[in-house]
């Protein structure tokens, strides 16, 4: 982000800066495709999925409508109780699968937090998280859609894997933790105190989910 203009937002604890980007603020302000209210027709859309929980603040609720023909997004809307990030991010990401006539349902799902970020002109490390919630929820309505339709052998199934059997901790866990900003081996550490007097080979199956996630929300 650009450092040389003043700060949005500085932490009062740790004295972190965070910069919006003008992008961000656009679709803060004037959100694409927000539905405010639960659909009253339910032929509207074709498939809806939610993520998250309305008890600890970040839920997403996503409705889509496909071309059955080509399986183009021909319209995406969502609801969140997200953060300003998660409303801009969950914003350009339903500009990306519907301009242009619509990503097929193939290449939406292939759209990664990274591609959000672009768009918006990037986001503060402990924000990245924000772009995910609408990847998340997007799979949920893709599986919703793919349900209704027959196709289940489409269907993405998330699972957890226990990776440091002590603390029963998974790799969902390390996941959340990336996005939470630690991109190391010992940053994760520091939050999870995954691994630590694990065999070599547990801690060689760490560093490796660390890398990926690191490389797959950050670059």
């Not at 990030?85 to 500009?95: C, E, G, K, L």
């Not at 002590?166 to 999870?192: C, M, R, W």
Request: proline share 3%.
């Amino acid at each position: 982000m650009n450092e040389n203009k003043a700060p949005e937002v500085i932490n009062q604890f740790t004295g972190e800066k965070w910069y919006y980007s003008d992008t961000v603020k656009e679709h803060f302000f004037h959100p694409r495709n927000l539905l405010w209210e639960r659909p009253k027709n339910q032929n509207e859309f074709d498939a809806e999925g939610m993520v998250g929980s309305p008890a600890c603040g970040d839920m997403m609720q996503m409705w889509m409508k496909v071309d059955r023909n080509t399986e183009r997004v021909i319209d995406l809307k969502w609801k969140t109780f997200g953060c300003a990030s998660a409303i801009a991010a969950t914003s350009i990401y339903s500009v990306i699968l519907t301009e242009n006539g619509g990503m097929t349902l193939d290449d939406a799902l292939k759209v990664k937090p990274q591609d959000v970020m672009k768009r918006l002109g990037g986001l503060p490390n402990r924000k990245i998280h924000c772009s995910v919630l609408a990847d998340k929820a997007f799979q949920k309505t893709a599986n919703d859609y793919f349900r209704k339709t027959g196709q289940n052998h489409r269907i993405v199934v998330e699972g957890a894997r226990v990776v440091d059997p002590t603390l029963n901790i998974t790799d969902k866990d390390i996941e959340e933790a990336v996005l939470e900003g630690a991109q190391t081996l010992d940053e994760v550490q520091k939050k999870l105190k995954v691994g630590i007097g694990a065999s070599e080979e547990v801690k060689t199956d760490i560093e490796s989910l660390v890398r990926f996630y690191s490389d797959k929300y950050y670059g």
